[in-house]
């Protein structure tokens, strides 16, 4: 069996951008909220140290096993992550010497458990680098995807060390993750769904006629010109006719905005002008 490390403390449940250095503890200590999986039981697993940090006092260091291969994992700490958003995780890496290279891949879920862990961001299975590389966003061994959520929920990225038996150590540093819009630009609609925004342009407030063709959540975003998220509401709405309010929309600055409405399998795309 299987079993975790978890240090008790005040964890919170993380906005963006998030940022863990392993910084501000004693090591071995733990930064609150970060959690340790060692899968196979060998007590070989990670830890927090003060040996080769690429900035401040620590890193998370991988301690192989000379008889079991790596099935290691730490999980940062919980994230309130957002359908409509896209994020980009970055870290430094490396391993002890070019002479081991080491197995690593970096995923992401919505529990700290193995199987929670669904998607992959990060795999290198050669790793050789002895000096710390910083990764790039993109699809390519060593680089790091990009995660757009199927729901708002809480999430957790999880560091697991893969690497044969008998290797050295791997290093972890310099988390950061960061959260972009993602704005729709075409429509998407079933035959009998239709959103129109009313007034437009608008002054003082700005409403959402729908019709609907069955009940159930609707989600309403706004984007000003750079995509930025600068109004959004959700409701559960009825099949047919209703409209829906855009929250505050009259205290915002001149100018255009892309208003978005999503519900199930339809998306609709309105540019809309304040004066």
């Known amino acids: 069996e299987s079993f975790t490390i978890i240090f008790y403390c005040n964890a919170q449940t993380f906005t963006f951008p998030y940022q863990e250095r392993f910084d501000g503890v004693t090591a071995p200590a733990l930064p609150c909220g970060i959690t340790i999986l060692d899968g196979n039981n060998d007590g070989s697993t990670w830890v927090n140290s003060n040996f080769n940090p690429s900035s401040g006092v620590n890193s998370m260091r991988y301690n192989p096993s000379s008889v079991n291969a790596a099935d290691d994992w730490f999980f940062t700490n919980a994230m309130a992550l957002k359908a409509n958003m896209k994020y980009q995780l970055q870290f430094k890496y490396r391993v002890f010497s070019y002479n081991y290279p080491e197995k690593m891949e970096v995923k992401i879920g919505n529990s700290t458990t193995a199987a929670s862990q669904a998607t992959t961001l990060f795999s290198n299975m050669a790793i050789i680098n002895s000096a710390y590389t910083t990764t790039s966003p993109g699809s390519a061994t060593g680089q790091v995807a990009s995660f757009t959520p199927p729901a708002d929920g809480t999430y ?63 989600q309403l975003t706004l984007h000003d010109g750079v995509g930025r998220v600068v109004r959004e509401t959700s409701a559960t709405v009825p099949a047919g006719a209703s409209s829906l309010a855009v929250p505050n929309a009259g205290s915002l600055p001149a100018g255009m905005y892309i208003l978005t409405v999503r519900q199930g399998g339809n998306t609709q795309v309105i540019r809309v002008a304040h004066e």
Do not use: Q, W
């Not at 697991?160 to 819009?181: C, K, L, P, Q, R």
């Not at 608008?202 to 959540?217: E, I, V, W």
């Open 156 to 218: 957790f990225i999880g560091f697991h060390a893969m690497s044969t038996a008998n290797s050295f150590d791997i290093y972890v540093d310099d988390i950061s993750v960061e959260a972009s819009a993602v704005t729709a630009t075409r429509s998407n609609v079933a035959p009998g769904f239709s959103a129109e925004a009313s007034p437009v342009p608008f002054s003082d407030h700005l409403t959402l006629n729908l019709k609907t063709l069955a009940a159930g959540p609707l």
